[in-house]
């Protein structure tokens, strides 16, 4: 089943908070420059549309600010932490990931992209590049991703992909391998931890291309 959103219009047709995509779209669609946003929860929409646009979208984005509505017996993520995401082309199947600042979504890497991969594989690097990034520093802050698969695999320190060598993808395989050799010879104090996506929205290093 598909999670609930609640879309939140600033400036439309009629400015709002609308409970479907459909909705939504008669309050913005032909309006030039409207602005809008969904939300995970009512009160996470309800407390955005009191604000102002700019503070939930732009490039700095205060995850915090839009995890404000939630209410005080729901999970909220741990900050400071790292966020990973990886997003994959159907059509054309190239792949690229990044992490970024969980609470800001500031950018701190980026690869690809990579011809003919897969979302699972991108997840997988994702942790492991996340990982080996928070040990140069010295750090032990969680990482956070929205795969529970990429998270399994990182803990059996095997890729197990089912992902078919081309001719455009040697590159992924040698990356695959160098992930697999790097979990096996080191250690980690940082807690890999699934992003709640049904409670506090998509996670902070998505694309935003859903």
């Not at 790292?82 to 792949?95: E, H, P, Y």
Request: proline share 4%; net charge positive; hydrophobic share 35%.
């Amino acid at each position: 089943m598909a999670k609930k959103k609640y879309y939140v219009v600033w400036e439309g047709v009629k400015p709002g908070i609308y409970e479907s995509w459909d909705e939504c779209q008669k309050n913005i669609k032909g309006y030039q420059n409207a602005k809008y946003k969904s939300f995970p929860t009512r009160q996470a929409a309800e407390a955005a549309l009191q604000g102002n646009y700019h503070d939930y979208t732009t490039k700095q984005t205060n995850v915090a600010m839009q995890l404000e509505g939630l209410q005080e017996n729901q999970p909220k993520p741990i900050f400071p932490a790292l966020a990973v995401d990886a997003a994959w082309n159907t059509a054309t199947g190239d792949m690229e990931y990044q992490g970024v600042d969980a609470k800001t979504a500031r950018k701190i890497f980026r690869q690809g992209p990579y011809f003919d991969g897969t979302n699972n594989v991108g997840e997988f690097l994702a942790i492991v590049h996340g990982l080996a990034y928070l040990k140069q520093k010295g750090s032990d802050l969680p990482i956070y991703t929205d795969s529970m698969t990429a998270i399994s695999w990182v803990r059996r320190k095997k890729a197990n992909t089912t992902l078919k060598k081309t001719g455009r993808n040697e590159i992924l395989f040698e990356l695959i391998a160098r992930a697999e050799k790097w979990l096996r010879e080191n250690t980690w104090q940082n807690k890999l931890l699934k992003w709640e996506t049904q409670i506090w929205g998509e996670i902070p290093a998505d694309f935003g291309r859903k």
